[in-house]
């Protein structure tokens, strides 16, 4: 047995392995509302053998969308459509996941298709008109982008209150593990930035309050026996937006509060992606050994994330106790049945035992096929 397919608990939360499928979003929602495409797009990983798979960032207002597409959890006609894919991944032997977000100045975006830029007048025209975006103070993404409309202390305390009755519903869909996305520049991220938070209330005068705050809230409506994830970008550290000892001041205070496991993405470090943007490292030595860091220092189980393509990677990186799960996103979409081909790969699964069963029969008559096949051929080469 590998340590990627091993099983994995975590409170009352049980994974038959250490492989997880990122959010990641579609932009096929309607007025929040997940779709048919989000039921197909998931349960297929589920089917392919991962073992935690996570529904993309979920808006917990309608202002905190990052496009018209993105689904919510806002209100309670959303839940039942969720309910349904939490039901199709739980049948197909995977945990049912969900992510909780909100863009905040970062809403109001195109489809990745129609430019990926701020909402315009040509987009209404074709239905999709710009919205009021909400932060933590008048500064916009950059040039061109909207500046957001300032929240004031009682508007964060709502948006607090926001996050635990999304994180109810959720709870009412059949999810088992729950993520706050507290990175890549969207609304947490910009409380947490001296860049983007220039505020002078509690919410400024220590920066960390609205996360705590969230984590707190989300905790009293999520249940003791299931997990808490909490997304965190590592190049916060290496952009100088925070020191290393900060974030592990920040994840320990986000422990107390029920937080279990630390999402390390290296997207969107607090200094420069909530404003201009820059690129940060993709390298995955540097997020493997900073969580692996992180991980020590705070004893919270850790995600890695990102670019993760060969199994013997994932499957060095739990060895060296770099990460606890490991996320795959872009490389789930090139290949859904990645988990049980890693299986393959590192010599775990035999006649396709873990494959659906629907699809074992044909599986292994393909094989005995192939390999008869081959025989035959080295008959004939010798002969």
Not at 54 to 62: G, I, K, M, N
């Given at each position: ?191 947490l930035s001296p860049v983007a938070n220039q505020r002078s209330d509690r919410f400024g005068q220590h920066r960390w309050r609205f996360a705590l705050d969230v984590a707190e ?165 010798t002969a």
């Amino acid at each position: 047995m590998t340590q990627l397919f091993s099983p994995y608990t975590l409170r009352g939360m049980r994974s038959r392995n250490r492989v997880v499928i990122s959010p990641m979003q579609q932009s096929a929602g309607v007025e929040g509302m997940a779709t048919d495409w989000h039921l197909a797009h998931l349960a297929r990983f589920a089917m392919g053998g991962a073992g935690i798979v996570f529904v993309e960032s979920t808006a917990v207002e309608a202002r905190g969308r990052n496009t018209h597409g993105d689904i919510g959890l806002w209100n309670d006609e959303q839940i039942a459509p969720l309910a349904r894919i939490a039901v199709a991944l739980r049948r197909d032997g995977a945990v049912p996941a969900i992510q909780l977000g909100h863009t905040g100045r970062k809403a109001g975006m195109q489809k990745w298709w129609n430019g990926h830029g701020p909402l315009n007048e040509t987009d209404a025209a074709r239905g999709e008109p710009p919205w009021t975006v909400v932060g933590p103070s008048a500064l916009p993404v950059g040039p061109g982008w909207p500046t957001p409309q300032v929240l004031d202390t009682t508007q964060v305390d709502d948006l607090v209150q926001a996050w635990a009755a999304a994180a109810r519903r959720s709870r009412e869909a059949g999810f088992e593990a729950l993520e706050v996305h507290g990175a890549h520049g969207y609304l947490i991220h910009q409380f947490l930035s001296p860049v983007a938070n220039q505020r002078s209330d509690r919410f400024g005068q220590h920066r960390w309050r609205f996360a705590l705050d969230v984590a707190e809230a989300v905790r009293s409506e999520w249940p003791d026996d299931k997990p808490l994830f909490w997304r965190m970008s590592l190049a916060d550290v290496v952009d100088g937006g925070m020191e290393f000892d900060d974030m592990v001041g920040l994840l320990l205070a986000l422990k107390e509060r029920g937080v279990d496991v630390v999402d390390c993405s290296s997207g969107g470090g607090i200094s420069s992606y909530p404003t201009q943007g820059r690129s940060v490292s993709n390298n995955l030595l540097f997020r493997a050994e900073m969580a692996a860091q992180l991980r020590a220092a705070t004893g919270l189980q850790v995600m890695g994330v990102g670019l993760v393509i060969d199994p013997q990677t994932a499957e060095d990186y739990l060895q060296a106790g770099q990460a606890d799960l490991v996320a795959l996103g872009r490389e789930a979409l090139y290949n859904p049945n990645w988990p049980v081909h890693a299986e393959l790969a590192l010599g775990v699964n035999h006649d396709y035992a873990t494959w659906p069963l629907q699809y074992r029969m044909y599986l292994v008559r393909r094989a005995a096929a192939a390999d008869a096949l081959r025989k035959s051929n080295m008959t004939r080469s010798t002969a």
